[in-house]
């Protein structure tokens, strides 16, 4: 491994080679069921795929694609894909019915309104998952219970509210202590927790959550193959990795041996697969740190996603709240005509990462190691639209 120090960041470069096979859940076809169940919610449209043609030009790069969930199900972000779909298997699995069978229709029609209602959900989120959650329990009619970490803004905790049924109360606990705060309670009230990280004895449904977010990467192939265009290099954010970790995985499981250069961009506070990617195993970050990247704060990476992130990414990249912030003005900035992204800090992160790397002289090298060059078509992922 090779590890750069430069400004206020930290860059570390892996082997990047496949160790072990991609688990079938997060291949190309583990995301056909949850995109069938995504297609038949209420305002189900294809986020878009958008061309920064300018500035690729300013970078000297071939092309630069954004895949844009800020607009996804008008929830301002992504994750109502893991959340949802999460959650139409898990009543599925209550109601004995098969989930390649069975509709949304069937599930929010009068024959299961009673049962469906009596069911409560638990998580612990920072923000867009608990919306996520909270609007999928009014789709279905059931119950939600959120809990937040301490620093975590009473506007985002309106905002789930509004999304759906949730009742949402801001812990003084860091995240992951809230996370297992909202276990306690699972076990403690009879509710189910729904959370987007895994540890032994608790793998399937986050593998559900995995899979829903594998939805944006199945529409971000199919309109880059409809273009005739392959990326070469995919920048993708990790708070724990489930997110990062799907998306990738697809990724590498539909281009095969062309598979593009992964790297994973987090907030240097809050790093913690940069730091097990450094000492090879899971290591979490403690304490209750802050950043303006609400969605990334998160200590411990994701259990059954960590060999993807391990195996199968070149880069890591750890960095400060500039390059969240940078990332965003870019954005919407819509340099020369390009179209303006809305983006919030966490969705910004990754283009504010690689836009250091490109411009700045003193990231020379990490660009070269990185093989960025005139021929790179890099994607990124708009995870969020503005927060606060």
């Not at 880069?315 to 983006?343: C, H, Q, R, W």
Request: glycine share 10%; proline share 4%; net charge negative.
């Amino acid at each position: 491994m090779k590890e750069w120090s430069v400004e206020e960041f930290n860059i570390l470069q892996s082997p990047g080679s496949l160790q072990s096979e991609i688990p079938e859940a997060f291949t190309e076809a583990g995301a056909y069921s949850p995109g069938r169940f995504h297609k038949q919610i209420d305002g189900y449209e294809k986020t878009p795929l958008v061309s920064l043609g300018h500035l690729a030009e300013q970078w000297g790069v071939k092309a630069v694609y954004v895949k844009d969930e800020s607009g996804r199900f008008s929830l301002n972000a992504f994750k109502g894909l893991g959340g949802s779909y999460a959650m139409f298997r898990i009543i599925c699995e209550i109601l004995d019915l098969d989930p390649e069978k069975t509709s949304l229709k069937d599930l929010t029609g009068d024959r299961y309104k009673k049962r469906i209602s009596d069911i409560d959900f638990v998580t612990c989120t920072d923000g867009n998952h608990g919306r996520g959650v909270s609007w999928a329990a009014g789709i279905f009619g059931c119950k939600a219970h959120i809990y937040m970490p301490c620093g975590s803004r009473e506007v985002r905790a309106e905002a789930i509210r509004n999304a759906g049924p949730a009742e949402v109360e801001i812990t003084d606990l860091s995240y992951d202590d809230t996370v297992r705060y909202a276990r306690e309670m699972s076990e403690k009230k009879g509710w189910i927790l729904i959370q987007d990280t895994s540890w032994d004895g608790y793998e399937k449904i986050p593998a559900w959550i995995i899979q829903g977010y594998m939805t944006m990467a199945s529409e971000a192939a199919e309109d880059l193959d409809a273009l005739g265009v392959q990326p070469t290099h995919i920048f993708l954010q990790a708070g724990v990795g489930s997110m990062a970790g799907g998306v990738l995985a697809y990724f590498v499981d539909h281009y095969k041996n062309k598979k593009p250069v992964a790297a994973i961009v987090e907030p240097v506070v809050a790093d913690c697969v940069y730091q097990s990617a450094k000492a090879g195993e899971i290591r979490s970050v403690e304490g209750a740190p802050t950043t303006v990247m609400e969605g990334l704060n998160c200590g411990t990476p994701c259990k059954i996603i960590w060999p993807i992130l391990r195996d199968l990414a070149e880069f890591y990249i750890s960095g400060p709240d500039e390059m969240a912030i940078e990332g965003k003005k870019t954005y919407a900035a819509g340099l020369a005509g390009d179209t303006k992204v809305n983006s919030g800090e966490s969705g910004s992160s990754t283009l504010g990462a690689a836009q250091r790397i490109i411009t700045v002289a003193s990231f020379t090298e990490v660009k070269q190691a990185m093989r960025i060059d005139e021929n790179s078509v890099l994607l990124f992922f708009n995870t969020e639209g503005n927060t606060d």
